[in-house]
Nanobody, 125 residues
Framework: EVQLQASGGGLVQAGGSLRLSCAAS????????IAWFRQVPGKQREGVSC????????RYAASVKGRFAISRDTAKNTMYLQMNSLKPEDTAVYYC??????????????????WGQGTQVTVSS
C-alpha cells in the first residue's frame, strides 16, 4: 500500500526557511514520479515542484524557482522541499504526491494518484 506522510510545516517570518519532509512507503522513488503541491482555501491546488523517476529531472513553478529545492533520499524513502526566502504568498497547505508515471508534471494534481495528508505553512509579513 502506497502511503505518504508530510511533515515540517509551521509558522515562519518572511525571508525565513522551512524544510518539508514526506516519508513514503509502499513504493520506490526509482519507479514513481513525486511532487509537492500547495493549496490555499478557495483557490485551485498548485503544483510547486516535482521529480521524474525516469531521469531524476526536476521542475518548479515559476513562483518558487530559485527559492525552493526538491530532493529525495532513496535510502530513507523520504522526499524533501527546502523552502528559502519565504514570502507571505507562500502560505498554504502543502501536500506531497506520487504516481506510477515516470515523468512528472506540475498540473492541478489530477496526474497524481497518491497523496499525503498535508502540512500547513504560514509565512508572516
Amino acid at each position: 500500500e502506497v502511503q505518504l506522510q508530510a511533515s515540517g510545516g509551521g509558522l515562519v517570518q518572511a525571508g525565513g526557511s522551512l524544510r518539508l519532509s514526506c516519508a513514503a512507503s509502499g513504493f520506490s522513488f526509482d519507479d514513481y514520479a513525486i511532487a509537492w503541491f500547495r493549496q490555499v482555501p478557495g483557490k485551485q491546488r498548485e503544483g510547486v515542484s516535482c521529480i521524474s523517476s525516469a531521469d531524476g529531472s526536476t521542475r518548479y513553478a515559476a513562483s518558487v524557482k530559485g527559492r525552493f529545492a526538491i530532493s529525495r533520499d532513496t535510502a530513507k524513502n523520504t522526499m524533501y522541499l527546502q523552502m528559502n526566502s519565504l514570502k507571505p504568498e507562500d502560505t498554504a497547505v502543502y501536500y506531497c504526491a506520487a504516481d506510477t508515471a515516470r515523468l512528472c508534471i506540475l498540473d492541478s494534481g489530477s496526474w497524481y494518484n497518491f497523496w499525503g495528508q498535508g502540512t500547513q505553512v504560514t509565512v508572516s509579513s
